[in-house]
């Protein structure tokens, strides 16, 4: 099991937590230390979409003017592959699930 995120990230830290609580070992995998793959996302994507993991909200798609190019989802793919901070986090990879941000009933259901 592996939580992709940052370390100072709240939400990542919740999640982290809930986790250490249960006594649940999982690998922390810190996005500024990372590059994403396009294996790596293509495995995630077989789980859930690309806009559910592209964060739109982040500074970084702000700073870097995302929205005005209107990205299709190829395009979304090569800039998760250039800048991991665009990542929804955090990211928990189990072998047969994905779960995108930290809520609290879905981490508990596994």
Do not use: H
């Not at 940052?6 to 230390?33: M, N, P, Y």
């Not at 190019?69 to 990211?91: F, H, I, Q, Y």
């Amino acid at each position: 099991m592996k939580i992709y995120g940052i370390k100072t990230c709240s939400t990542v830290a919740k999640a982290r937590k809930f986790l250490k609580e249960r006594e649940i070992e999982v690998e922390f995998i810190d996005l500024k230390q990372i590059t994403l793959t396009p294996s790596q996302i293509d495995r995630w994507l077989k789980y859930t979409d690309i806009d559910k993991i592209f964060n739109k909200r982040s500074t970084t798609y702000r700073a870097l003017g995302l929205k005005e190019l209107n990205l299709d989802d190829e395009a979304k793919k090569e800039w998760l592959c250039k800048e991991s901070m665009l990542l929804k986090r955090p990211l928990l990879e189990l072998k047969d699930t994905l779960l995108v941000g930290f809520k609290e009933d879905e981490y508990k259901q596994i």
